[in-house]
Structures are given as C-alpha cells and as structure tokens.
C-alpha cells in the first residue's frame, strides 16, 4: 500500500519537519511513502515519486517545502479531478496526508467523497485561522520572527522617540498580532476580533507619556486594514512622529523552531497512524489541551477559529 | 499589602518576562510589587526595593534575570531565616513570588511553615526535571538554543565526514537531549532514563553507512557522563573521526522565545491570583495538558520527573 | 577637559559600542567623558552629563542608542545655537565626537566656526550615502539584517514558485540594495545609480526559467522608488505571482556585528586622539583602503558617494 | 579548458559562497567548472565532476561546504599524486582553486612543481592563522557565532554573580580571542601572542569589583592550553565561583555573514583571472589594507601570522 503527502495553499514553516517524519515514519510501518509535488497542481499533472530517506536528509532546519504548494483553481473541475484521480491509481495510492488549510481540506473532502481516497488534514497555515484546532503548524515560528522584528523594531523606536505602528499577518485572524503584542510589550493592539477603545488607550497611555514615556509600539493584524488610519490617530493624538512597519513575508520562512519540529512529528504520526488503520477517513486533526482529535471537514468549513479568552482578556490591560 | 519576587537557584530564561509580567499586574491588580534581589541570600541581606514599571521597561528581551539569583547555605539555619523574615516584615510583604526549582521550593516551604509567609513556586529550569509539572519555564528558549548550535555541528560534520557527540545539559534529567535528538535529526541519544541498545544501534547505523551516510550526530545528556565513551565507540564501531561538543552555559541564556514569554505571563497571573486570593498558601504550580493546578512541595520533592512515554517511544527508533 | 559624544539623525546600530569606546577611552585618557542626550535637541536643552563606566556597562550589543538621537530644526537660528554653546561652556566640554551624517556634520561645522567648539564627526548610518569614507557605521549590521530577511523570503518564495521584489533603505543610495543583491542570489537589482537593462534581464532569466528556474528573487533600493513597476514587468514579462516586501525599519535595529562594533572602536579612538591633540579640529573620519583619515566637511557636503566600481561592474552579470 | 575548485583541511563558512561564485563565474569566463570532491583524498580518488548552475542553486546561505573537504596523508606519497595527476588530465583540468590553510597550499605547490597544474590558493580558515594575508574566508562568520555565545553566557553570568572562562578556536593564533574579547567587554583575554600581566589584571579589576562589578568574562585562545589554570586564579584571586566554556565546533558552522560572501566573491575572482590568465602560477592570495595580491607559497610557509598591533595595543588596556 502506498501512502502521499502533499502541500496545499500558503506554506508554513514545519513542513519540512513535517515531510521528513513522514517518510521515515511510513517506512517505519513498512509502507511506501510518496511525494506529490506542487500541490493540486502537481496531484493533476502527475508530478509525484516515491519518496526516499535521502529526499529527506538534511531538510529538518529548512523553512519553505521541499515538495512545494500551490492555489488550484482547476481541481474544482470535475474532470481534472478525475485525472487526480488516475495519477494516484496508477501509483495504488489510496491515502493522503495533506498540510494546509479549510480551502485544501474542502477540495480533499470532496474528493473523498467522489474517489474514496482516504486523506488526513494536518492544520498548517501561520495564521492560525482553522476551527477545530488550537495549533496550526509554523505559528510558533511566525511568531519568533516577529519577536525578533519587534525587537529591532524597538531598537530604532528608542532611538528616536518614535511611535511604531507594525503590521502581522493573520488575514482575517488577529492570533499572531495579539499574542506577538502581549510577548513584546506592545502598548497598542488592533485585531479584528476586538474593539480598540481609543478613549480608555489615551488616557492610560498620556498618563505613561507625563511619566516618561519615550516610544510607543502598537501592533495591527492586517485583517484591520487600519495601520495608516492608527498611525494617524497617534500622531494626532500623543504628537509622536509615527512609522508603519509591513512585516510582510519574512514571517512565513525561517528555520522551524523546536516547538514547530515536534508538533510536526505529533500531527504526521496521528495521521499516518489512521491512514494505515484500515479503516476510511477524511478528516483533519485538531490539537487541544495537550491532545490530538479528528475532527469533521464540514465542521472545520462552518465555523469560524476563536482566540483563546485569555489572550483577548489580557489585551484589555493594553488599552 | 506587598507582595514580592525572587529568583533562587539556576538561572534560566523566561525570568525577566516573568518579573516584567509579575510588577505589571500586582499594580493591575492594585497592590504594591517588589522585588527580591540574589534569591535567598538577598532575603537574608535584606536586599529588597519596592518595584517600578521603570525597572521592568524593556527587559521582556533579556536572556538572565535582572534581580539576579544564587544558592544559599546561610538559609538552612534558623538564625538567618529569622532575619529573613524580619526584612520581610519591615516591608509588610506577606507573599512570594518565587522562580526557581524543588530545593528552592523546599527551603520556601519550611519558611512558609515556620514564619507564615505565602508563597507559590514557579517552576523555572532550563533542564525540565521537576516532578508535577510538564513544563519548566525557560525550557522552550534552550531548545531552540541547542537547536542553533546542532545546526552550527552538522555543517562541519556534513563538510568533514565526521561524527559529533553533542552533550547537552540537564543534570539527572534526559528532556533537552531526548527533544533535540528528535527534533535535530541524530542518529543516537543517550540519556539517563533508557538503555542505549548498542547492537541495534550499530546494526541499523552500519546499514545506512552502507547506504551513503557520510556523518553522524549523537546527542548525550550531561547525566550519562558518557561522551568520552560514546565517542570512543563510535570511531571503533563506524571508524568515522569523532568530536565531542559540550554546548555548556550558552544554553542558559539567550532572548526568551515567545513561548516562554507566554508560559511566564500564564504563571505568574495564576500565582498572583492565588497569592491575593486571602487564603493561605505554599504550594508550586504545575502545567498539565494545557491547565495549570497546584502541587504540593513535598510531592514535588519525593518525586522524580518522567519524561513523556511518547518521546521515549520515538527515541527507540533513533537505536 | 571635557569631551562630549552625541548623536544626530538617523540612528544605527553600532551606536552603542562607539558610545561605550567612548567611556573607556576618555576615562583611559585622563579625562572627562560627557553624554549629550537626543542629539541637537538636547544640546540646545542641556540634556547632558558627564558619563560613567556604569552608563555603558552591558550595552555593547545593543542596537540603537541609550543617549538618544534626534533632526533638529531649531538648530537653524542661531539664538538656539548660542544656547547650546552656554550649555556646553558651563560644563567647561569644548570638543564633540558627533555621530551622524553629512547633515549633521554641517550643522556641527558653523558651531564649530561660530564658537570654536572642536568636533570630529564620525560617519554613522545605514545607508552607506556619505562622502568621503568607504564605509559608514552600522553598514555591517544592516547589511546582515537584510541578508536574514531574504533567506526567509526565499524559503517562501521557492515554495510557491512566485516572484519577490525585496525593497531596501538606502535613500539616494543603492548600496545596501547592491551588496545585498549580489550576496543573495538575487536574480535582479535595481539601484538609482544604474541603468536596469530590461531586454538582457529578460532574455537572460527567460532562458533559465526555460532551464528549471522556479522563482525570482529582485531586490530594489527605495530610491529607485520603482518596486510596484517592477512587480508588475515581472508578472507580465515571466508569468510568475509576484509579491513586494518592503523590508522597513528591521534594517535599522539589531545587535551589531563584531565588524560594527571593531569599527565603532577604531572611529571614536581617532576622534578622540585628534580631538585631545589640542590642535583645532572640525572634521569628519573617512575610512579607505584601511585605514582612517581626516576630511573637510565642505568636501563631503559638496560631493556625492559613489557605489565602488567593482560592486556596479558585478551587478552587470545580474542583468 | 577545464578548471576545478576543491576544498582542503579544516572547514570554514563561506566555503559555498566561494563555490557557487566559482561556478558562475567560470561560466561567464566561458570556461568549464569542475568540483573535486573530498579534498585531496577525492582528487586522488577521482571524485570529480563537471559542476552545473542547478548544483549551486540555493547554497549560498549554508555553512560548511558541498563538495567537502579532508586531510590526506596519501597525497605526501609521489604514487598517489600521480594517480591524482591522471584524474584531472582525463577530464583536462589543468587550473585549480584550492580552499584551505598553509598545509594544503604546499601540498598543491609540490603538486604544481611535479606536474605543472596551475593553482591559486585561497586562505580559508576561521582561526585566521595564515601568513601573507590580514583575513581568511570564515573569520567573520567565527566571529559573530562567537559573539552570539558570549552574549548568552553574559545573560547567565550577570544573573548569578559569576565569572565565565571562555576558549575560543584558533590554534597556535589568538586573533579570535583577542577580537571576541575587546568586542564583548570582556575583562580578561589571553593569547599565546602577548604575555598575560596578573599583576595589573589583579589590581585593575579588584578595584572594580569594590566599585560594583558582580561579574567577570574572560576569553582565552584553546593556544593557550590554559582555561583550567585561569579559572583557578580567578576563583583565588577574586571569589567569583568560575566555570569554562569550551565554544568547540559551533564556532566552524552557520550560515555565512555577508563579509564573508563579499570576500568569497572578491577572492574567487582575482583566482579565476589568474588561473584563466595563461600564464603559469602557483600562489596564494592575500587581502591587505583593502587590496588582493598574490604570494609565494614559501613565504607563507615560512612564515607566521602576526596579529596587527592596533589589536594587541588595545588588549593592554584589558589588564
């Protein structure tokens, strides 16, 4: 029996933690592992192998994805979906572990359906936006790479006697710009999923100013779509001349961090271990409170991924 | 009422996130902070201020601790705690915050006995060896120091056909070497807790070597005192010239990651909170699957550490 | 005696270990070293004090300044001016070690001329723009900054076969863009000192897409002021997705490098030597083919720094 | 006409930027660039291949070199330098760019004065110990791992009123200790170049400690056989309890500064020229006050490395 993995939608670092444990996990349990290459794209277009221990060697620190991802518009046409299909017969694949997002496990749920190819969806995504799930992989490495941009950041904000206004990722989902404001001592934090009260930010923050105040940082989750709108509000507001700072992609590469490797280890071990079991799936796995659960693709599609309450009450002491 | 915070025993980072968070939310919570400076032998010195958001401004970045630590004999006899208790009465400080390990909780727990002073003990080692809890603060930054420094190691041994024995701290406990060997890619890891199989390990690893393997990487827990061996076994085994790096004290510090920045503000808010809460206590918190609950010291103290069964399952398949 | 350090404009890292240099070496002088905090502005408030070993214990690898910087344009009047020269005589400091840039350089030249307050400019900032010296303080620093950056952006770059136009500081200058372009693998760079010969660019990188290339790396000094363009001939020219970064105020801050810090010793130990020599002094240091030599400040004023030929002759081969 | 790169003796970052410049670059000349792998051990075996674009796709960030390296003892047999002989008159190389230290350059002399294969030797070691040159690629990238460590055992040693005794590499050679030591504030530094006073260190920084330091670093070159002995007098001497740390093999990895890029492309440049150049040569270069020249190979043999005395003066003011 041989068993795939591929990468689908944005990329994350741990994927390549990832990819490796899964083939020396598959091999472990005597199955074949192969790679698809290019996501969607590649599974139509047949660009698959097998996979080997030396495709893997040495990959474990690398951000990216050695087998690559894509955004496909064409799967969602039957027949391409029925070539997908040929390409995986052919090989006798019949299972697939898939990294990404609610759109790829959609389009794999669908395929499921239609094709029987079992598949388990490990949650990967830097946005950490996916309902069922506490953890996406490449979030706690998203999540130092603006530590460390923050901390420069700082460095020139304190020079200068300068406000910063610095813009994360997350698309529609504030979880990396709130918890990267309460772990680098942020004084502003702007998410979609909350109010910011400007009145009560004011006068918490002029009062720190007569008391010495010198900088001011403030984190804004690009689903706001307000950093130049803050910016402005700042300047006016506390007189301080005021940078906005795009993170931008840099927070999707880097080395994975440890935290990254060994969730990457956990999810491909879940999900290899109920591939091979014998029994039908089409799922995703969801990490919460320490343990690992298979959770229901159209469960993951209706509902919307909440930030813990803690993380959202603590960034009521920063207003 | 004052409340105050104090490092005792190893370093380790996650103490200056923690000392940020802890002044930040006494005041929050509308008492007064202090500070205890170099752990039990300032509290007999009598080396304590009243904190300001000052002294913690732009310290969440800082590897140490700025209130500093140390090992104290002086504590163990009465006399010297007697004058502790005196500092700590002349300031009306009736609680502590305290980070450090089981000796430090014991010696809080007899002090707490003897003189009524509350405390809770925050578990905050670099080497993840105390019963009762899953997680030492400063654990996740070491990792990923570690992680740098094998990532340093395996470029000159990939460029040399060599073989590294990396040794790792953690004193009688086997966490960061059994972690980083999984998450680093070795090939070997010796820790206190579990049998090294040297003949399947050389059976698997002569295999491999046949296959192309031009390098090894071993990973060795300060607690096996075995790298002189392991290292003497290798070159006859595999005949591959061999190196030992002991990483040492650059394990102790660096800037904390986000995680520890995170797991610091979690421990202290519940410690604060239990500290305030008017009922009497002495106890350390533990994190468990994703809570945190309170353990009684002289549990802590007859227990040892276990390390997950799921780690140790995984290193049966480095051998 | 006194001597006082300052800095002016935009800050970089290596500020700090040129301001702890400082500190030691007056002090191993014989005399007494004076701080002037947030540049001009403080200068003309008398933010100033004379300096301790402790002031700069533990800031060697720190970026940005612990004494401040600021643009002045109170400065202008010469009112202003004669109050900083009161500042100063009353703290009996009669020379200045200024670290800035050409700008503030001619400020420091009319004091200099108008009140006989010996200076030695010393040339700091990111953007490698000053006349008269090979290298500005911080370059280094930057430079590896931005070389981080884009090893992330290449990870996720190379995952999704997309195109990225990385945009750097630099101001008028394209010398980050240049250094940094051919010491990443850029496949284009755009500097306002160079023409971008789109037909060769094309028909050189059309043939290695031909030949398995799978993404695009192009990096852009701001001054070119051309990054949107760019993206837009690389996805209508190539085909690929293609995604700006706009790097931004990372590039400013950071731990500065053991080439910034040697530099940051070299520069302030001129400076002082020329400014203890009792000759009148009101210049900048250039640095060139090794070693340090003095500079008019009307020469830097009236000339432009010029990219060394061997760096533009190399991003030939880019093209 | 073929030309071949190769890499001998210890290992050094910067080594892949040399190589993939090496590559580019002898295309752009119209030539063919052939890797040698092993070191001389391969060239005696015939571990060579011509060298394509896609080999050197993506290397230019990595530590350590693809084409590794080795010592060889065979090649000091006339026997085997023929065999090494054939190898390369096969494929018809007749110019080669060795990577490595003074042992290897005068293995290749011998080999170019037996059989006339043009070489040019490029100084590549982190211990910077060749005569003729002020630099060798990898110093820079030694540096900066080795001040990234010192700062994190600062982080542990100020927390806990300590003193550290850190061994650098380098040899017979103190450059990366003398330079580490006067870039992170340390207070002690010995090299086998210069004599260490106690005396004055003894009252020097008695004298600061009863003026508030709480903390001591020392850097000691591993040429000094003398850490032990060191930690011994700093525990009598001033009670500070005192540990070493052995930097070890961590200082030969990691990814390549952007110094260290620039050299290698300068480097590989002016040897390419010179080999391509039609006449016979069999030299090193060295890097002198910002210019590149080519020496004998005799005198740099006979020869050793002095470190410049800017840096031994400055070392004075240490003790």
Redesign the interface.
Known sequence: MAIAIM?SG??A?G?N?AI?KFV?YVY?KGEKPYFIY?GLEGLIDGSLKEAS??DV??I??????II???RSKRFFQRSFREQAYENLKKERIDSLVVLGGDGSFRAMELFYREFGINFVGIPTTIDNDIYGT?YCLGV?TA?????D?I???????????RA?VVETMGRECGYLAA??A????AEICLIPEKKFEKSSAKKKLTN?IA??R?YLLAVVAEGCEASRELKEWIERTFGFET????????Q????P???D??MA??FVTKAVDALLSNERIGKAIGY????FEFVDIAEVAANKYQIPN?ILN?LE?LD
């Open positions: 990468c944005g990329d670092p994927m933690p490796k020396d472990e290019d221990y030396k060697a040495g474990i620190h690398l951000g990216g994805t690559r991802t894509s506490n706690d999540l130092n790479v603006i530590r941009a901390d420069k950041i700082k460095d020139t904000a304190s020079a200068f006697n910063f918890v990267s309460l772990t680098s001592g720190e008391n010495g010198k940078r906005i700072s795009v993170l931008g992609h840099i999707r590469g880097g080395n961090t440890v935290y490797r060994m280890a956990s919460k409170e320490g343990s803690d603590a002491h």
